[in-house]
Each structure stands twice: as C-alpha cells, then as structure tokens.
C-alpha cells in the first residue's frame, strides 16, 4: 500500500519540491497550504506522516503541531517539522509542540528520503490496509500523582481484568530498574524494555518486541523492566520511547503503560499516545496537592475528558481523607476508589499472581475489574468505528 504524506507549506515553490521528491521514492503526496488546510486535510485523509513548515503567515507550525496532537484524529500521526531556522531553541519548541523529528532548509533530498523512511519504519500501523481504529491500537496510561500510591497494581490489575474479558492486552512497564511488575507477575529478573530501549531507534519493531515480551500464566503479556538497580543508568532516547510505545499499541488489545510518577520527561513525550490516563492518588493531603497541580497540567495539555481519577486506599478508613472531601480537594469526580486490602495485596504479590486473578470476589478485586470495563469502554468508545465492546 502507498503511503500518504501530507506537506504543509505556504510556499507553493517548496510543497512542488518536496512533493516531487517524496514522489519520486514513491509516496502518495498531498499538500496544504495553509494551518487551517492542513488540520482540516490531516483529519480527513489520515495521512502516515506530515512533513510541517515551522514558519508560516497565519498559523505557524508550532501551533498546527499543537492542534494537530490535541485532536484524537490526528493525534498518533508523526510529524517532521521542516523550517530554515536553525537555532536549538526551535528544535525544542518544535518537539515540546509534538514534532517527532525536524529537518532543516534546504534539505538534501537523500536525507529527506531517509528521514521519512525512519519515522514511516516505526509506524508500521499506519500502512496496515485495516481500519484506522484497530490499525492505531488503543492505550491506557496509568500514572502515580506520588510514588507508592498503587500505581504498578492498578495497571497490573487492570491488564489482568481485561485478560478474563477476552481483550488481549498488553503491559509495558518503564521503570528501568526499579521494575516491580514483573515481580508482582511472579517473573524473575525480565530485562525486556531494556534490551528494547538500548537499541537503535530504527530498530525498534515489533518483531524486535515480540522476542522480548513475556507472557504470564494467565496469558497477558508484558514488556518488562527488571528490579536490577543498575538497569536505570542506560540511557535512551525519547524517541526510542516513542517507538516503542507505537509500536505496543499495535501489539495490544488495549496497551497498558505503567509510566510511574509524575510528569517526566518521557511521560511528557509519550503523551499523546495515551488514549485514557488513569492517575492514582492515595486519599492524604499532600498527595491529593501533588494531584491537583498533575491534573491541571494535563488538563491543559488536552487531556480533558480522558482522565480517569483512582484512589487507592492501602491504610485503614479512618487514617485518611474521605472520598467525598477527596473529590472536593481534586475540585473533580473520582472514577474509583479502590479499598484497601493488604492481605490480599501482600498474598497476591507473593504468588506472584494480580490480585483480580488471585480472589476474584474480594471487593477490591470487583472495585477494579469495574474499572478496567470503564476505562476500556472509554476508549472503545471514543476510538469509535462501531467496534463491538463484547
Ligand atoms: N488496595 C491496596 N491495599 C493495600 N495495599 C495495596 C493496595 N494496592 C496496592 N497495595 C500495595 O502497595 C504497595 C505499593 O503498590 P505499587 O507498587 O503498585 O505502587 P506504585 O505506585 O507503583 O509504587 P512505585 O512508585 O514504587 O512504582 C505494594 O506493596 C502493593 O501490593
Ligand atoms: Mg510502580
């Protein structure tokens, strides 16, 4: 199938160009002249790759790159940015915008070339002749406001609930080093996301992937970071984050990340690839603040309307805030609470076996099986295409 790729500049001279060339390796080519044209065009056509000019009159391409990942439609297409500045402040600008990659004015058209072939190469979903729903796979993001608070359990559980409603997800834990879902999944030592990240960027795929992922013994795979202290001093790059993350999101039906605390870097480069982003808070003061500067972060990043709060309780009742005075703190509706129950977490981790699977009728176990429907049905939802939702 011929990839499609949308050029956006207001220069007629240079879309002629660069058309030509892409042409010439093959490519489908449309243009845009204009912002506007171009968010309206990526919409509707769905191309595999914009190639966006920075400096344009109305709109410049920070903005369009903005609009272009704020929107669920456009939001998993790779951008370059393209311009003639050269300075490393517009780079940064460029990739805090969303871009994926950047090239400079005048280009030579070999780098071109190749340039696009690397970002098309870890997109391999684009070029799949499916709907663009199941092509582009769906996520949930979970996320700690602080560390400690339950994250890697809910993801984990999450999976696990999933798993028993014929949904194949899959698993993706970051946390190099310090990687306790493979040890609440009764695995040893799994150096999966380290042996994926320490590659090259344009090597990350999911054959590369597939050889790395486990499977546990209720069938949901994952893609783990090991307890090897060490392992969090390889260094990565965020792109190779990202192809990794596009690459799961094909793997899984849905993916699940478990990003760890806080607005990191990476989590911030990974961003829009996230559909739904569960955020777990433990229900105590200075978490609940923590939460609330998170949110509005994210909220005004586009996040709004797939936020899902979850509070974890792992203390008795009457040690912590009630929910109610939780939801008045967050100034927003709580998705889940999650009951706390150390006995069957403690007992669940040692066998090595999520706590869903571990007692399936333990209140806990419901409060997050419920969770995982919702969540799913968001995305389901939202990723529209009148799929069922069994
Ligand atoms: N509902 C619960 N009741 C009691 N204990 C729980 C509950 N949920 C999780 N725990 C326990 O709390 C501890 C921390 O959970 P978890 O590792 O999931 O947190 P985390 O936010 O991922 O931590 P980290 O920041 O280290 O990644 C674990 O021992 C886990 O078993
Ligand atoms: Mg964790």
């Known amino acids: 199938m011929t990839e499609k790729i949308l050029i956006v500049d207001d220069d007629i001279d240079s879309l002629k160009l660069i058309g030509l060339m892409l042409q010439r390796h093959g490519y489908e080519v449309l243009a ?11 919409a509707a056509e769905q191309p595999s790759l914009i190639i966006l000019d920075v400096m344009m009159p109305d709109m410049d391409g920070y903005e369009v790159c903005k609009r272009l990942r704020a929107n669920a439609d456009t939001q998993g297409i790779p951008i370059i940015m393209f311009t003639a500045k050269t300075l490393i402040d517009d780079k940064v600008a460029g990739f805090e915008a969303g871009a994926d990659d950047y090239l400079t004015k005048p280009t030579h ?16 979903t684009q070029s799949r002749p499916e709907t663009k729903t199941s092509a582009k796979g769906l996520t949930i993001g979970v996320i700690g406001a602080k560390g400690g608070v339950g994250t890697t359990t809910i993801a984990l559980n999450m999976g696990a609930a999933l798993t028993t409603k014929n949904e194949t997800p899959i698993l993706a834990d970051f946390r190099l080093g ?18 994926v990240l320490s590659r090259p960027t ?18 949901m795979r994952a893609l783990l970071s090991s307890s090897r202290a060490k392992e969090a001093q390889l260094t990565y790059t965020p792109e190779a984050v990202l192809a990794v993350v596009r690459t799961l999101r094909t793997m899984g039906r849905p993916a699940i990340f478990d990003l760890g605390t806080g607005l990191t870097p ?7 690839e996230i559909d739904q982003l569960v955020i777990v808070v433990e229900p105590l003061g200075p978490t609940l603040a923590m939460a609330r ?19 974890v309780n792992r203390a008795q009742a009457g040690l912590q805030t009630p929910w109610h005075e939780v939801e008045q703190a967050l100034g927003r509706e709580i998705r889940a609470i999650i009951s706390a129950a150390p006995e069957l977490a403690f007992q669940a981790n040692e066998a090595g076996v999520p706590m869903v699977l571990f007692q399936p009728s ?4 419901n409060q997050m099986i419920k969770l995982s429907e919702e969540v799913n049905t968001r995305i389901r939802t939202l990723a529209g295409g009148g799929e069922a939702t069994t």
């Open 32 to 42: 845009a002249n204009s912002g506007g044209q171009a968010i309206t065009k990526a």
């Open 109 to 124: 058209p070999a780098e071109l070339a190749s340039r696009v072939k690397a970002i098309l190469a870890r997109t391999p």
């Open 178 to 195: 310090q990687g306790s879902m493979g040890l609440m999944m009764g695995f040893g030592r799994s150096y999966g996301m380290a042996n």
């Open 202 to 219: 344009e090597e990350i795929n999911q054959r590369l992937i597939e050889a790395e992922v486990v499977a546990h013994q209720s069938g």
């Open 266 to 272: 990476l989590n911030t480069r990974i961003q829009r």
């Open 293 to 311: 500067e998170m949110l509005r972060e994210l909220e005004s990043g586009g996040f709004q309307g797939r936020l899902h709060i979850v509070v």
């Open 362 to 365: 333990a209140i806990v176990s």
